[in-house]
């Protein structure tokens, strides 16, 4: 019986994903660039809203159970060679340069509920997205949160379970919640702040 079961297995992969590039086709249709070549895994969901653009490119790696959410306005962009891991979400106005990759369970997401009022309920009081840039050569631990406004430097670290909710420069590694700087990679390239000394 199990080689039923693997063949019926088989038929369902190769109907979710015939559906699947049918649905990126729509997509860019619509004026996105999304690559049906990339690698994509299954039960990826993409959400475009109108006046948005995402663009996904060849290169691109993207395991099962992520969600790519792109609201109006909003640019969702992947640089070359990106890997995502799986159950990652990207929502958002979102820039990620080349050569980045995340672990799974990571959660990138521009927008914030306002909460200054207190008569009226927070689902009531609407809310504010402010972009994310990540730039190239990063990686961002597994369960790590990247919320609005954040941006992450070239060549970065970021720890597993940390939450980014500022600027982190280029080569630093960071960690927490909120994540703040531990070190640097290249340490022994940064100048030393006594040299500066008089």
């Not at 039960?43 to 663009?55: F, M, N, T």
């Not at 631990?141 to 500022?166: K, M, R, Y």
Request: proline share 4%.
């Amino acid at each position: 019986m199990r080689w039923f079961y693997k063949l019926i297995h088989r038929i369902v992969s190769k109907a979710a994903r015939e559906t699947f590039i049918a649905r990126l086709d729509a997509l860019n249709a619509a004026g996105h660039a999304i690559s049906t070549k990339a690698q994509w895994g299954p039960r990826v969901e993409i959400h475009a809203a109108d006046s948005s653009l995402v663009r996904i490119p060849d290169s691109a790696e993207i395991l099962h159970d992520c969600w790519l959410i792109a609201h109006p306005g909003d640019k969702l962009q992947l640089g070359e060679r990106v890997f995502v891991s799986q159950h990652c979400t990207i929502s958002g106005d979102v820039s990620i340069g080349d050569d980045t990759l995340m672990g799974g369970f990571v959660s990138i997401i521009d927008a914030n509920h306002n909460f200054e009022r207190t008569d009226i309920p927070i689902n009531k009081q609407g809310g504010e997205g402010i972009g994310i840039r990540i730039g190239e050569d990063v990686w961002i631990g597994a369960g790590a949160v990247i919320l609005a406004g954040a941006s992450i430097g070239d060549h970065a670290v970021i720890a597993a379970n940390s939450t980014v909710t500022g600027d982190i420069p280029a080569w630093a590694v960071a960690a927490g919640s909120p994540a703040r700087v531990i070190k640097y990679r290249n340490e022994e390239q940064r100048e030393d702040p006594q040299d500066n000394i008089q």
